[in-house]
């Protein structure tokens, strides 16, 4: 099994950016979290990427097919405004675990719609960046 961790804009600033919602863990903490829990569930290899470029992300959504058993993404800010990576996750078809690192549903009312999650089979959120590990484990589920 090979995953795919995408992560949409400002979440490279973590640790920096809103520590009271984000937390006080860096992005470099959420890659390891990512390769560490990939490895606990048997996944051959996992693979973060991150981009603030919408174009970028459904471009590596895109590559992922036929590369990929499954993704886990944040599309962070894109997953409120995004049909074009709704429908990249749809044209390849991978099974997909959105994130989220906040509880965005306890947020502000234009975080409750998610594009994204219409093509994803589970949804995290609020767990900090523990939501990845679970995410991981949901698609190694998903995927055995």
């Known amino acids: 099994m090979k995953a795919l961790v995408i992560n949409g804009p400002n979440l490279n600033m973590l640790g920096i ?5 984000y937390g006080s863990q860096n992005y470099s903490e959420l890659e390891h979290i990512c390769l560490h829990a990939g490895q606990e569930y048997g996944f051959e290899a996992v693979e973060v990427f991150q981009s603030n470029h919408e174009g970028a992300l459904v471009d ?5 097919y036929g590369v990929f058993d499954g993704i886990v993404i944040n ?4 997953t409120h405004t995004s049909v074009a990576i709704l429908d990249a996750l749809k044209a390849v078809g991978l099974p997909a675990v959105e994130v989220h690192i906040s509880d965005v549903d306890a947020r502000e009312s234009f975080r409750q719609v998610s594009y994204a999650g219409m093509a994803c089979f589970e949804r995290v959120s609020g767990e900090g ?3 990845y590990r679970h995410a991981l484990a949901l698609l190694a589920d998903r995927l055995k």
């Not at 590596?60 to 992922?64: F, H, L, R, T, V």
């Not at 599309?75 to 894109?78: D, G, N, S, T, V």
Request: proline fraction near 12%.
């Open 17 to 21: 950016r809103e520590p009271d919602i």
């Open 60 to 64: 590596k959504i895109q590559e992922a």
């Open 75 to 78: 599309p962070a800010a894109y």
């Open 129 to 131: 960046l523990a939501g």
